[in-house]
């Protein structure tokens, strides 16, 4: 795993840096993880209403 200060030394911009520490910290607000935190919506791809919304 790539620490997060590894990530913040990258020489990318600073808003691809935050997408990669919400990846690999798991803080992306997928659908998934809204209703796990008691958000109502629906959990399937809004394209195709197929599987599971995740990372």
């Given at each position: 795993?790539?620490?997060s200060?590894?990530?913040?030394n ?10 990669v520490w919400r990846?690999?910290h798991?803080?992306l ?10 958000v ?7 394209l ?6 995740n990372?």
């Amino acid at each position: 795993m790539v620490t997060s200060l590894a990530i913040w030394n990258l020489p990318i911009h600073a808003k691809v840096k935050s997408f990669v520490w919400r990846v690999c910290h798991g803080c992306l607000p997928t659908r998934f993880r809204l209703q796990t935190k008691g958000v109502q919506c629906p959990i399937s791809y809004v394209l195709c209403d197929n599987n599971i919304e995740n990372t």
